[in-house]
Each structure stands twice: as C-alpha cells, then as structure tokens.
C-alpha cells in the first residue's frame, strides 16, 4: 500500500467515526439525552494509520439517570 493509500484509508477511518459520533448524537437527541462531550478521541487520531475511538466524555449525574431510563425503557420494549 502506497502512502497515499494509506492516508486515504487513514482519512476514510476518521470519517467514519466522525459519522459515527453524529448518529449517536442524533438518536441520543431524539430521546432526550445530549452527552456534552461526545466526540472522537483525538489521540486515537494521532499517527500514520489511526484508529479512532469515540469518546462518550462525562456527564452529569441527570444525564446518567436519563440514560439509564432510556437503555430501561428500551430493554423493556424488546423484552415484550
């Protein structure tokens, strides 16, 4: 694989996740959750050939609580 593969690949890695952090964001919105620090580990980035990870960041204990809820709720739903 030539450099310019490989950056490619590296490129198309980074969007994916940036892609990925966007629909998390959305679905999160549409149930009433927002994770303020949501957002692709920068240091999984760094170098060559990257791998990025996505950072859920922190929340505060309100965020955690509707969390919870939602992934309940959501359990409940499939369990029936």
Do not use: F, W, Y
Not at 39 to 68: F, H, K, W, Y
């Amino acid at each position: 694989m030539t450099a310019t593969e490989r950056r490619r690949a590296a490129a198309g890695r980074v969007r994916v996740a940036e892609d990925a952090v966007e629909r998390l964001r959305d679905g999160l919105a549409r149930v009433g959750v927002k994770l303020p620090s949501l957002r692709i580990d920068p240091v999984s980035c760094a170098g060559n050939e990257p791998s990025p990870l996505v950072d859920l960041g922190c929340c505060n204990l309100d965020t955690a609580q509707r969390l919870s809820e939602v992934l309940e709720e959501n359990a409940a739903d499939h369990d029936r």
